[in-house]
């Protein structure tokens, strides 16, 4: 079974901050997403990652998969009350399946 | 919007009870995901139908089953419902049959199970 594990569980911060939130797994993904869920929504993907050692940028948030497609990290610079949510990590194989973590809450503080 | 619709939103019934989800995918879209979303497990995928057809199964209990239909709506049916049911229950299309597409999310069904 293919388990990600996502850390920290909750982050509370001041708007301004930076912060990194993790994702990872003992198992090998072909593909690696990053999701944020606003409460009483459904998950927004956000990025798609599928090579060892890519880096995304989307604003002011940077993606990155490790080298050997087992973790992910996820950085948000000077970090805003907007971007306060459930961010989900989610690993995808050849079988067709996700497999989601539990989850990183973030609160922004203003 | 994701272009994805859930109903019922909410939806309140007993144990024992039998109740049906129902989901549109986006325009186009070939592909239906089944998700339970609770505190404890976190998302789970349940089931996935591509273009009617059952493409792949995860963590689905006997107890529900799914259909895709030749619209391309799909329903979820839970049945003998147990209280350890509650949970928010999503819906996502793809116009891929791989998890390599975009998986567009509904807004949900939230059942809560007394």
């Known amino acids: 079974t293919q388990l990600l594990e996502q850390s920290p569980q909750f982050l509370s911060i001041q708007e301004g901050e930076n912060l990194t939130v993790y994702c990872n797994s003992s198992?090998?993904?072909?593909?690696l997403q990053w999701y944020r869920q606003e409460p009483g929504e459904g998950p927004v993907l956000l990025v798609t990652?599928?090579?060892?050692?890519e880096v995304k940028k989307l604003k002011r948030l940077t993606f990155q998969f490790g080298d050997a497609r087992k973790d992910s990290s996820l950085h948000i610079t000077a970090a805003q009350p907007g971007d306060t949510g459930l961010y989900l990590c989610?690993?995808?194989?050849?079988?067709?399946?996700?497999?989601f973590g539990k989850g990183t809450l973030l609160t922004v503080n203003p | 919007d994701s272009g994805v619709t859930q109903t019922p939103k909410h939806l309140i019934t007993a144990t024992g009870q039998r109740v049906t989800l129902r989901c549109s995918p986006r325009?186009?879209?070939?592909?239906v995901y089944w998700y339970q979303q609770s505190l404890d497990q976190g998302l789970q995928f349940l089931i996935q139908?591509?273009?009617?057809?059952?493409?792949a199964k995860g963590n689905i209990l006997e107890r529900f089953s799914a259909q895709q239909f030749p619209d391309l709506h799909s329903e979820l049916n839970l049945s003998s419902l147990e209280l350890g049911d509650s949970a928010l229950y999503f819906c996502?299309?793809?116009?891929?049959?791989?998890?390599?597409?975009?998986?567009?999310f509904g807004p949900g069904t939230r059942l809560l199970v007394l």
């Open positions: 139908y591509y273009n009617g057809e059952e493409r």
């Open positions: 996502a299309s793809s116009s891929r049959p791989g998890t390599e597409g975009t998986q567009y």
């Open positions: 990652v599928v090579t060892g050692g």
């Open positions: 989610a690993g995808g194989g050849s079988n067709y399946k996700l497999t």
């Open positions: 198992s090998v993904f072909s593909s």
């Open positions: 325009s186009g879209d070939l592909s």
